[in-house]
C-alpha cells in the first residue's frame, strides 16, 4: 500500500510488529512496508532531527536513496484471478475487494477463492454422469469390466468408487464446460489411473516444484514465486488450519516455463496452486487417506493481462488444473493411490479441434509419466 505524491512516497506503518534493527536503502524503485513497535519510530542517518512519531498513519520519506535503522519487508507484487465461476458470496467478495471477474489475492479474501476451487475441483473429478464422454479405448474397458466381475463388488487394488481406474489402465474423457464465464468454450479433459505409490508420496512429488522435470518431458523449469501458507502448521499433511486464510493446507503462486515440440517460443504460465488433505465432510468417496490439488492462472493486471511486453514466451491461462488423489490398498497389500487429473486451460494459437486433441494426448501421458516415476 503505497501513494508517490510528487518527491515523496507515503509508507503505511504497522506497529504491532516488534521492531527488528536492520539496515537497508529506501530508493524510488521499490516499495517497502516499515515496521516497529511503539517505542521505537524509523529515523534517518542524515538528518538526526528528522524523527518520525509512532503513529498508525503513514508517515512521508524522501524518494531520495537515504540510509535507516529500522525493519523492512519488500512487498510482493500484487496478482489478479478469475472468480466468476467460484460462486462466491457478496461478503467472500468484499473481502478481497472486488466485484469484477478478476478479483485482488491480496487480503484475506484469498481463503474463500482457495475454497471455491477445491469445490469446483471436486465436482469435476467425481462426476460420473452422462456429461462425459469416453475416448474409444475408455469406453473398451469399462464395457468390458460391467460385463464381468469386477463390475460387482470390491476388487482388490481398485476404488470403490464408480469407474475407478484399475491396473495399468488410464481412463479419458472429454467434456463441455458447464460453468459459466472466459473461457467456457474450452473442452475439459479428465484422466485417472494407479499409481504404484502411497497417496502422501504422489502429492509431495506434485507440490515440489524443484521435481517438476522428472514427470514433465516438456519443462524447463518451475518456481515458488510467493508461499501464501507460511505458518508453522501449515502443512498439505495436517488439517491444522492458516489462522490468516482461514484453510489449511499449502498454498503458493507459481511460475513455470515449458517447451513443446514444434512450438518456436516457450509457453508461459503464472498459477496459483492449492494442495490440502481431504476430509470425510468434502463429499468425496475414498478409502484412507486422500488430497487435493486445484490451481488457476493469476496475472499482473486487474483486466487479465499480464502488465509487461516478455516477447520470449507466449503467456497461456490455466481455467482450472485439479488432482484428486485417493489411496487404495494393491494386491501386495501395500498403499497405492488412484490419480484423477482434470485439465481446462487456453492455448493461444491452437484451432478448437485441435485443443480436445492435443488435451486428450496429453492427460493420458499424464498419468503414465507420474506412474514412471515410482516404477
Known amino acids: ?98 466485484k469484477q471477474s478478476l478479483i485482488s489475492l491480496d487480503g484475506s479474501g484469498l481463503g474463500p477463492v482457495m475454497s471455491g476451487l477445491v469445490n469446483i475441483g471436486i465436482e469435476e473429478a467425481t462426476d460420473e454422469s452422462s456429461r462425459w464422454t469416453a475416448v474409444s479405448s475408455t469406453e473398451s474397458i469399462l464395457s468390458k469390466r460391467n460385463k464381468s466381475e469386477m463390475g460387482h463388488g470390491k476388487i482388490k487394488g481398485m476404488g470403490s468408487w464408480k469407474n475407478a481406474a484399475y491396473g495399468k489402465d488410464v481412463l479419458v474423457w472429454h467434456s463441455k464446460c458447464t460453468r459459466q464465464g472466459h473461457g467456457s468454450e474450452h473442452p475439459i479433459v479428465r484422466s485417472r489411473g494407479i499409481i504404484p505409490a502411497s497417496a502422501a508420496q504422489v502429492v509431495d512429488l506434485l507440490r515440489d516444484s524443484s521435481k517438476v522435470m522428472e514427470y514433465n518431458k516438456m519443462s524447463v523449469g518451475r518456481e515458488d514465486q510467493h508461499v501464501l501458507t507460511q505458518e508453522e502448521n501449515s502443512s498439505v499433511h495436517s488439517l491444522d488450519k492458516c489462522p490468516f486464510l482461514g484453510v489449511s493446507g499449502e498454498a503458493k503462486i507459481m511460475s513455470s516455463k515449458s517447451q513443446p515440440p514444434l512450438v518456436r ?59 484428486l488423489i485417493r489411496e487404495v490398498i494393491a494386491e501386495n497389500d501395500e498403499k497405492w493411490c488412484e490419480l484423477t487429473n482434470i485439465s481446462h486451460g487456453v492455448s493461444p494459437g491452437l484451432p478448437m479441434f485441435m485443443v480436445r486433441q492435443v488435451g486428450l494426448m496429453a492427460a493420458e501421458n499424464f498419468i503414465k509419466d507420474i506412474r514412471s516415476v515410482f516404477e
Open 1 to 98: 500500500m503505497h501513494e508517490e505524491v510528487d518527491d515523496q512516497i507515503e509508507v503505511f506503518v504497522n506497529r504491532r510488529t516488534m521492531l527488528v534493527e536492520i539496515e537497508a536503502t529506501i530508493d524510488g524503485n521499490n516499495t517497502y512496508n516499515i515496521l516497529f513497535d511503539d517505542e521505537a519510530a524509523p529515523k534517518t542517518k542524515r538528518d538526526e532531527k528528522s524523527k518520525a512519531k509512532p503513529s498508525p498513519h503513514s508517515q512521508p520519506l524522501p524518494l531520495a536513496p537515504k540510509r535507516i535503522i529500522c525493519a523492512i519487508q519488500p512487498r510482493r507484487t500484487n496478482s489478479y484471478i478469475r472468480v466468476e465461476d467460484l460462486r462466491l458470496s457478496d461478503e467472500n467478495m468484499n473481502l478481497t475487494g472486488s
Open 265 to 323: 517460443k516457450p509457453l508461459e504460465f503464472k498459477t496459483l496452486f492449492y494442495a490440502r488433505r481431504l476430509e470425510e465432510n468434502d463429499g468425496v468417496e475414498f478409502d484412507g487417506v486422500a488430497y487435493i490439488t486445484v490451481g488457476r492462472s493469476v496475472w499482473e493486471g486487474a483486466d487479465g493481462t499480464t502488465g509487461g511486453n516478455d516477447a520470449t514466451a507466449t503467456r497461456c491461462e490455466i481455467l482450472l488444473s485439479v488432482n
